[in-house]
Structure formats: C-alpha cells, structure tokens
C-alpha cells in the first residue's frame, strides 16, 4: 500500500512523535548548555528555617543561645543546596559562608553569646542560582534589672505623721522591663502613723524572667532625734556702731545647714541673716543677741542662742554723737549698698558691683559670703557658683576705707538659694545602641538615664557623664527620646536621640 504525504505532513508528524503521552506524564527534558546530560528544571528556590531552643521570649534569651541554620532544597543530583552564608551586626559582628555539592539540606550551627541584641542576615543559593533571603533577631540578656529607691531614703528617720511620699523606678540595661512593683505604689505614703520600723520592697522583672529585689527601711520616731553642736555661739567684737560683729560657733553633728537671725531688743533685724551684723546707729541703747538655727534630714532643727551684748552706747569713744563733727560722722560710710547681678545656678558667674561711699577716692575690697559665711578666696569682682553653693544664698561685703578714717562695710541683698546646673543632652542611636553625654558647666553630671522608644523603656547609671544603652529595632519612624534625672547638683533634663 502506498502513503502519500500532504505538504506539511512531516512537520506534523515530528510534532507529534515529541509530544508527552497522557499515559507516561513524562516531562520534556532541558539540555544543559554546556552539553552535559539532561536535568529537570528547578524554579523553586531554597527554603531557609532557624532552629532555637526553648526559651524564646519575643526573640530574647537568658543565656547564649545555640542556633541551627537550616536550608533545604527540592533538589538533589547536580542541583540542591550551593551555598548558604550570614552576616551578623550590632551585639555580636562577623560574616560566614559554607559552600556545598549534592546537598539537599544542611544545617549551619551558630552561637551568640554577646550581650545585646544581634541582627543575622541570612542568604541561601541553590545550585541553579534560586537565592533566598532571611533576618533574624536574637537577644541575650544575662544581666539583672536594676532598681532605684529615691524615697523613703534607705536607714532614715523620720517622725510619726511625716508626709513620707514613695517613688522608685526599675531599668534594665539590655532587654526591657515587664514588671515593676513595690509594696507601696509609686506616688504612695509611707505609713507613719505610729512609732516603728516601716520597710519598703520593690521587685523589678525582665523579658527573660530575671529578677531583682530592693528594700529601703525607715525608722519611725515619736521625736526625731536632735542636732548636735561642739560649743555653744557667741557673739565676736566690739558693740558699737559702726563696728561689726560675728556669731562663732562650734561644729554641728551632723553637718547641717545653717541659718543666722540677729535680734535687737528681741525683735527680729530685717535682713540681719548672715553670721556677721554691723552695729547701726538704730542700735544705740539697745541688747543684741543672734540666733543660729541648723538643719537636717531626718532631725529635728537645732536652735541656739548666744548670749546679748550691749546696750549699745549712743556715743562711740573719742567724742562726738555721731552726728556732725562726730568720729561716727567722720567715718567711710556707704550711699548705697552695691549689687551681686547674674544666675544663681552652679556652673553661672556673679558679678558685684560695689557700691558709692560718702568719702571721695574711698578704696574698695571684697567678700564673697555664702548665706553670711566669708568664701575663703572669694574677694575678686566675680564668682563663679560651684557645687558648694547649692542651696545658699549669695552676698557680697563691701568695705570702704580712706587714709584716717574709720573703714565702712555694707552688704549686698543676697541671692536667691543657688539652683542646680544645667544639663545638656547629646544622645545618638547607632547599631541598636544609644551613646548618651550629659554635661553641666561646673560638674561632673551623675544619676540615671532613661531611653524611650517604640514600647521600650531602658535605663542606665551615668559614668563620668556618659552611658550607652540597647534597644531592640526601633522603626524608622518611632519617635526616640532620652530622659536625665537629675542629681543633687544638676537640673532634669530631656532631649530627642538623633539618628
């Protein structure tokens, strides 16, 4: 029998005899370019899992932690798994990369230890050039939270019915708090309601379940206990006007704050506070005593009296009633009193200004005093405010004086008490680390930091001004903040964390 083809007729046929059968389900294989034998296709990339242990609390660990990086292909022959590879930043730094033949899963091990939160960016080949790309985050936390008791102070003493207000705060240096409480909350009394021993705990948890507990105990007194002092006041030089005395006194136990009020006739001076008074002509006949008051935490004020001189005579020696043609009129004495002008705050500069006295050409020199007491040093016509003057009022003693005459003195009107320094912020978040400097003109700033950001709340105990703090990733639009306490010495203060 004889077949004749149609045009066309061998096309078809080749077409057909290369078509899969519905039976077999066979696949068309692809060559290899480079001639090698046929490889069925692979569009499928690797897939990449990480295996950690139990104990996972959103990403963060108790201890270093043991990783398993595992990449599987679907693969095998010639193709599968060519190479896997990390990089690791922030906590822990360094890269690693495994190569492979004939591999349809493998595990690469990795451990982080480093303190902190570390950021690991995984990428996986396979070996027709599929890539897959992972980022993981592990934290490891072996520290402890910190807590801070700021009131009641730990071993004071304080009277029954004394408002005694609780505040505390907990931190913790590398993850975040979870837990921050006290057996009296903040913002609560303690109880003083009767004489006895009163204890305050605070228990401060983290994101992996580390503990810390701090306790502040306070006695509760019906009297506080009293001031001591060495040797009682007295009252040093001449009553008479125009001359100046002082109030000397012993040391006080314990070192306390010290306050001067003279009296005439028992009738309080106005502005008669500092530790020297110069006797006026409203002097004339009268007693004049001085009484020193100290103070302390936790003790009851101790007030003592120095013995009164006078009265004070009318006429000063040498003639004269202290009007015209008297010595008293013939004396340098002032027109006005002078001023000290500026910031009373550490770190600020005073200036004095002296003031006119009743002689022409009269001299004038210079004491600063610190709520009344001589600063040793102090006579120029500035004063820069250091840590000693925190809380004191400011004052200048201006004394006059002209060749044969009697010298004239006048104080200033004193500052308000000196206020803390203040503090400026530079903090920066680099790598998932926020480098914090606090400065102050004057000191050294000390205290805690508290970082804010995305949830996250992380403190640190400044050193030499300075700290750093983690965080985990904070997104790029999250508002940063870091917060300055303060200290005994320098303001609060509060200030954006840059980028």
């Known amino acids: 029998m004889t077949h004749r083809l149609v045009p066309g007729g061998l096309a078809a046929l080749a077409l057909l005899l290369a078509a899969p059968t519905a039976a077999t389900g066979a696949t068309h294989p692809t060559i290899d370019p480079g001639g090698g034998d046929p490889t069925p296709d692979d569009t499928s990339p690797p897939v990449i899992a990480v295996d950690r242990p139990v104990g996972d609390v959103d990403g963060w660990h108790r201890d270093p932690v043991d990783l398993g990086i595992r990449v599987a292909d679907n693969h095998t022959g010639d193709l599968g798994v060519r190479e896997v590879s990390y990089t690791m930043s922030g906590a822990t730094v360094?890269?690693?990369?495994?190569?492979?033949?004939?591999?349809?899963?493998?595990?690469?091990?990795?451990?982080?230890?480093?303190?902190?939160?570390?950021?690991?960016?995984?990428?996986?080949?396979?070996?027709?050039?599929?890539?897959?790309?992972?980022?993981?985050?592990?934290?490891?936390?072996t520290t402890s939270?910190?807590?801070?008791?700021?009131?009641?102070?730990?071993?004071?003493?304080?009277?029954?019915?004394?408002?005694?207000?609780?505040?505390?705060?907990?931190?913790?240096?590398?993850?975040?708090?979870?837990?921050?409480?006290?057996?009296?909350?903040?913002?609560?009394?303690?109880?003083?309601?009767?004489?006895?021993?009163?204890?305050?705990?605070?228990?401060?948890?983290?994101?992996?379940?580390?503990?810390?507990?701090?306790?502040?105990?306070?006695?509760?007194?019906?009297?506080?206990?009293t001031i001591g002092i060495s040797s009682q006041p007295v009252i040093v030089g001449t009553p008479r006007i125009g001359e100046r005395l002082e109030a000397r006194h012993g040391e006080f136990t314990p070192l306390s704050s010290v306050i001067y009020r003279w009296y005439r006739n028992g009738v309080l001076i106005p502005g008669g506070a500092g530790s020297y008074y110069t006797v006026s002509a409203a002097d004339a006949g009268a007693m004049l005593h001085v009484v020193v008051t100290a103070t302390a935490a936790g003790y009851e004020d101790g007030v003592f009296a120095a013995p009164a001189v006078g009265p004070i005579p009318a006429q000063e020696p040498g003639g004269g009633s202290g009007g015209p043609g008297g010595v008293g009129d013939q004396a340098v004495r002032a027109t006005s009193t002078g001023a000290v002008t500026g910031v009373a705050r550490i770190g600020r500069t005073l200036t004095a200004t002296a003031p006119t006295w009743s002689v022409a050409g009269a001299t004038t020199s210079r004491q600063w005093l610190r709520s009344g007491t001589p600063i040793p040093g102090a006579t120029g016509t500035t004063y820069r405010l250091g840590a000693l003057d925190r809380g004191a009022r400011i004052s200048v003693r201006f004394t006059g004086q002209a060749s044969g005459r009697p010298s004239g003195t006048v104080d200033t009107a004193a500052t308000k008490p000196v206020g803390k320094a203040a503090a400026k912020l530079r903090a920066r978040l680099v790598g998932g680390k926020v480098k914090v400097r606090v400065t102050a003109p004057g000191v050294i700033a000390q205290g805690k930091i508290t970082v804010r950001a995305a949830g996250q709340r992380v403190t640190a105990k400044l050193k030499k001004g300075r700290a750093t703090l983690r965080l985990r990733p904070v997104p790029r639009t999250a508002k940063v903040t870091v917060v300055y306490r303060g200290s005994s010495l320098v303001a609060k203060a509060k200030a954006p964390v840059r980028r």
Request: charged share 20%.
């Open 94 to 141: 360094g890269t690693n990369t495994q190569t492979y033949t004939n591999a349809r899963e493998v595990t690469v091990p990795l451990r982080i230890a480093a303190e902190g939160s570390t950021k690991i960016e995984i990428r996986a080949e396979d070996r027709t050039g599929l890539v897959t790309t992972r980022t993981e985050w592990v934290g490891v936390d």
């Open 145 to 225: 939270p910190s807590v801070s008791i700021d009131s009641p102070v730990d071993g004071s003493t304080v009277r029954v019915g004394e408002r005694v207000p609780v505040t505390f705060s907990c931190g913790d240096a590398t993850s975040w708090i979870t837990d921050c409480a006290g057996s009296t909350a903040v913002g609560g009394l303690l109880d003083t309601s009767s004489a006895g021993q009163r204890m305050v705990s605070v228990v401060a948890k983290d994101v992996v379940g580390r503990t810390t507990m701090r306790d502040a105990t306070v006695n509760v007194v019906t009297d506080a206990p």
